[in-house]
């Protein structure tokens, strides 16, 4: 579903992404984890076509999407969650919603249900403005909103990031079923352990390179992960 290539990229003559090749076949909950200034998000960036790519290649489902704008790649099927959620806080709950369907011309009311259906306190709300949700609620906008696509890849940024605890697993447990509906899944997460759970396989990112790769069951278990990252 998603190939990258020896990817390089990074900000003026700082590169930040060395080389990275990873691959992420379709059904999979693929997991990204590294230290704060890693280059994760830069790598959802380039892969989004927000950052601009230096060297390398990335395939989606078999195209080669590192020269197009990141209006193309989400008609190709690829929806970014971004860190910060960035919803539009003047609108309502489910304008936001409509918006995250531009690239569609058909009916999209069953879809709304379908959200809704995934995050009932989002229905309650639809119309509320969308800057008066608790982050939680602006977190389950931002994933709906993405989902409003009808991607086939789904790519996450720090999902989990000022969650309490229930509305973190309430997230998780919505990507679990977003996977089983055929939707595959690319997730950097800063919660290590409940990421690589979820993970079918799962890569490591240190300075900008990828240095471990594997079932998430086995990086879970690997001593180097756990010292680094799990503090054990």
């Known amino acids: 579903m998603l190939k990258i290539d020896r990817l390089v990229s990074g900000y003026g003559r700082i590169k930040v992404l060395h080389d990275v090749s990873l691959e992420v076949k379709r059904g999979e909950i693929v997991t990204l984890v590294g230290a704060n200034g890693a280059g994760k998000t830069t790598l959802l960036k380039a892969i989004s076509g927000v950052q601009p790519i230096v060297e390398g290649q990335v395939l989606l489902d078999g195209v080669a999407v590192e020269k197009m704008p990141s209006h193309r790649r989400v008609r190709l099927g690829l929806a970014l969650v ?4 960035q919803i539009f806080a003047p609108l309502s709950v489910e304008d936001n919603l409509r918006i995250g369907a531009w690239t569609r011309t058909i009916d999209v009311t069953d879809d ?3 959200i809704y259906s995934y995050f009932p306190i989002l229905k309650e709300f639809r119309n509320r403005l969308a800057g008066s949700l608790s982050g939680g609620q602006q977190q389950m906008l931002a994933v709906g909103r993405a989902l409003m696509a009808k991607p086939q890849m789904l790519l996450l940024d720090e999902p989990s990031m000022g969650l309490a605890p229930l509305v973190f697993k309430q997230i ?3 990507l679990k079923s977003i996977r089983q509906s055929g939707v595959t899944i690319f997730l950097v997460e800063q919660n ?3 990421a690589l759970r979820l993970a079918d396989r799962a890569y490591v990112l240190e300075m900008g390179r990828v240095t471990l790769e594997g079932t998430g069951r086995e990086l879970l278990s690997d001593s180097r992960v756990r010292a680094a990252y ?3």
């Open 82 to 85: 971004p860190e910060g959620r």
């Open 112 to 114: 709304l249900e379908q």
């Open 172 to 174: 998780f447990s919505v």
């Open 192 to 194: 290590v352990n409940a």
């Open 230 to 232: 799990l503090g054990v």
